[in-house]
């Protein structure tokens, strides 16, 4: 795991290249400790309906909420964020500079004894491996 939603506004879809964010959030993910590689799922949400602060039509968002299951260190859950939030910074760099944008991340707990789960995704990857070698 982790589970990386993000929620944005419309008009910033093609400024904000909003696949390559969803790669630069998986890759980062991927490069941490915290999380298994064959757990990481990233999807993204345009959100048609929004209002934001003064009304002006250029103001964007983009909200990037963070699940994972629940017991890490909160030491090492402010890492993870941390490093979530840079790779997004960086990767929106220009857009930020350019644009009024909100852009925030949340990072909260999935509490392991209300989330069954069943993820075959490593399975086919360890075959994947073995048919490659």
Not at 77 to 101: G, I, K, N, Y
């Amino acid at each position: 795991m982790p589970h990386v939603s993000i929620e944005y506004s419309p008009n910033l879809e093609d400024a904000a290249g909003i696949q390559g964010l969803c790669e630069a959030l998986r890759h980062t993910a991927a490069g941490l400790d915290i999380f298994q590689m064959t757990g990481i799922r990233v999807r993204a949400t345009r959100v048609d309906h929004y209002a934001i602060a003064d009304g002006d039509p250029e103001n964007g968002f983009i909200d990037i909420s963070v699940r994972l299951r629940g017991g890490r260190p909160l030491a090492v859950r402010r890492a993870a964020a941390a490093a979530l939030f840079d790779a997004a910074e960086t990767h929106l760099a220009d857009l930020l500079a350019a644009r009024p944008v909100m852009l925030s991340l949340e990072m909260r707990d999935i509490d392991p004894e209300l989330s069954p789960k069943r993820n075959t995704v490593r399975d086919h990857i360890a075959r994947k491996k073995v048919r490659d070698e």
